[in-house]
């Protein structure tokens, strides 16, 4: 038997067919992985859009919040009680408020009756711990979580929360008017406020800072904070009285130009108050000159708080202790120059800003 060799050229052409369709099989081998990629990046992008999105609102449930501010005649501080009742209702919570009028036994039962109302969470505007100790240890063997606003107070391990604006800030901020304003010898009469923490550091921070700018503080008051505007207006008319060469009042709090600039007026004497915790009903007082005024968003902490409590009912997000970094409070001066333009932090500009926060993040009004 005769065995044909095959010729080079018919070799040749036998490896090109089976390259060829090596090659097309490594093609569709491709094309196909590159087609299930595809179909499994689609399915997956459908998926994402057809499921719950990262931002879905949450059901925010119905709840009661307690509110309690030491006395609501003092406008500064009902300007923080009013804000923190206008949030909860802007969520649709109920709230429970008691006014102490001043008097620390009020406080104490008060803060009981709030804790013995079953409230789901408290929000407080400047009360001391020590005064309230017996609710706070009540609220928290209940569960019940009490924020601390406002202005600074002794903190306590029984708070969820304290949210407020720092007193060297505040002070730091009126103290340098003064020091443009006033030459050293310059006289000066404090009114005070010593029995609350806020004021007290801000007492002594300015009796730190006359000593330091040369002036002299000929008189100091402490105010009776459950008549504090007709108090003040007395203790500043017996200053002038008694130190004719007076050239300032200082005041820690917002009932201070109120107080203090009937009694300069009576006095015919061009005596300028300086005060922290400008309030509303100053604004005049500053437009006119007769008033420096530091302004800062006091009611924010209510507003914060109840921030606070929407996230902790909602999602069991744990409540800040502190305020958190991303609501620093804003603050400013106010005198003739600008007190035309008004209040610089009234609460419904400030609140709008939650609601359309809230609007994002829960479904409302609460259920």
Known sequence: MIAFRPTEKAIAKRKGRTMGKRQRGRFLSVALAIAVLCVTAAAAAGGARSGPAATSKVKLPKKTIGVMGPINAAEIIKLGTDATIAAAKALG????????????????SGMTSLVNSNVDAIVLTTIEPAVIQSGLRAAKAKGIPVIDTHTQTHSSALFAGEYFLSPAREFALLRARMQRDLPRGSEIGLIELPQFLNAKIAGDLMVAAAKKAGWKIVARHDTDVQNSVPDVQRAVGDMIRANPGIDAIWG???????????????????IKVYALHGIPSSISQAKGGLAVLEVSEYQKGGIIAIDELAAFFAKRNPIARRTPPQFAYKQQIVDKTNAGKGYPYPTAPMLAQFRARW???YILPAS
């Open 252 to 270: 820690c709090c917002d009932f201070a130009p109120t107080g203090a600039i009937p009694a300069i007026r009576s006095s015919g004497k061009k």
């Open 359 to 361: 609007a994002k993040l």
């Open 93 to 108: 919570w109920k709230t429970i408020q008691v006014d102490p009028m001043g008097d620390p036994a009020k406080m104490a």
